[in-house]
C-alpha cells in the first residue's frame, strides 16, 4: 500500500520547502516541478522544465529520492 496524494495534501510534501504542486485547471488536476534539485516523477518519468502533465486517478507521484511514492487521488 502506498500513501495517496489528493490535491489539497499538494503542500504537505515532507520537505522544508515545496518542491512540487498539484494545480487544477477546470475539472482537472495537473504536477508541475518548483525547481527542485533531484527532480519530480510522475509514472516514473522526470517532469521536464515548464512541463505541467494532466494527472489522473491511480497515477504515481515520486520526489526526486526520497524513496516514496504517492498515488494520486482526486
Known amino acids: 500500500d502506498r500513501p495517496s496524494l489528493t490535491p489539497s495534501e499538494s503542500t504537505a510534501v515532507p520537505r522544508s520547502f ?13 504536477l508541475v516541478d518548483l525547481g527542485s534539485r533531484a527532480g519530480t516523477y510522475l509514472n516514473e518519468r522526470k517532469l521536464g522544465p515548464n512541463e505541467e502533465p494532466a494527472l489522473s486517478a491511480g497515477d504515481r507521484i515520486a520526489f526526486g529520492n526520497a524513496g516514496a511514492n504517492y498515488i494520486f487521488e482526486p
Not at 515545496?18 to 495537473?30: K, L, S, V
Open 18 to 30: 515545496p518542491t512540487a504542486a498539484i494545480g487544477q485547471r477546470g475539472e482537472g488536476y495537473y
